[in-house]
């Protein structure tokens, strides 16, 4: 039966040489060996002592690429770990329905906005003006956003659009029913839109009120600026604006 350091004396230069030769071969035979060195007899007496050996330093010459599999799977983890923090505190894209708007132009009222197709959830935004199909809105925060026609809403580098107050008269009501215009409109199919206020003692106040108590607000819209042929759309709530 060999001892320990018979065996190393013995059969180290021949297991270098197997395993390749060079330092990387010298160091895991070495510490092959070592981690016989407390169970030496233990393993002589129930153990192929060489066949052992060797699978150590098998195991040994692997630690390195196991040890790069483990720091690359922590880095993974990490990133995907990060994605999920990052991707957490990303604000929740507004609420988008689908509704066909009523009215030819842009509106909004208590903290949804409306555009041609959709209505988009946007609560504690300002002023707002059209930009091609969609509109530029001021956000709670007061920075800008784009709103496209589909409701995607992005950020906005530019400046508010300007748009000009249209000067046409206000709708002439005969019939008591609105008490004055609130705000005006050009649609671009050149339909004139009036929001007025519902006359609290106007003829059909009472129906409106039966309605919901929260109508006070109307859309006129008119073919003409002189506004012979008109038609009339009720709107819930008080914050209505067409700006």
């Known amino acids: ?5 018979d065996f190393v004396g013995a059969r180290r230069s021949a297991l ?11 160091a895991a035979v070495d510490a092959a060996l070592a981690r016989c060195r407390r169970g030496w007899v233990r393993l002589e ?5 060489e066949s052992h050996v060797r699978e150590l330093v098998r195991d040994e010459l692997d630690r390195p690429r196991r040890r790069r599999l483990t720091i690359y799977a922590l880095v993974a983890l990490a990133l995907v770990v990060t994605g999920v923090v990052v991707i957490s505190l990303l604000p929740t894209p507004p609420e988008v329905r689908e509704e066909p708007n009523p009215v ?4 909004f009222a208590e903290g949804q906005l409306h555009l041609s197709e959709v209505v988009v ?3 504690g935004a300002g002023s707002f003006a059209p930009l ?16 496209e026609a589909d409701g995607d809403v992005s950020d906005y580098d530019g400046e508010m659009p300007e748009v000009a107050e249209p000067q046409v008269p206000a709708p002439y009501d005969d019939g008591g029913d609105v008490s004055r215009r609130l705000a005006v409109a050009v649609a671009p199919s050149g339909e004139i839109v009036h929001l007025m206020e ?19 607000r109307m859309f006129v819209v008119c073919a003409t600026p002189q506004c012979t042929t008109q038609t009339r759309f009720v709107v819930e709530g008080r914050d209505v604006r067409l700006r």
Do not use: K
Not at 1 to 5: F, H, S
Not at 45 to 49: G, I
Not at 132 to 147: F, K, R, T, Y
């Open 1 to 5: 039966m060999d001892t320990y350091d």
């Open 16 to 26: 270098i040489e197997e395993f390749g030769g060079g330092a990387a071969a010298e």
């Open 45 to 49: 007496q129930t153990t192929d002592v």
């Open 104 to 107: 030819p132009v842009p509106w």
């Open 121 to 123: 959830t946007l609560p």
């Open 132 to 147: 091609a199909d969609g509109v530029v809105i001021e956000d709670e925060d007061g920075s800008l956003l784009l709103v």
């Open 198 to 216: 519902i006359a609290a003692a106007g003829p059909e106040a009472g129906v409106y009120a039966r309605l919901s108590e929260t109508i006070s």
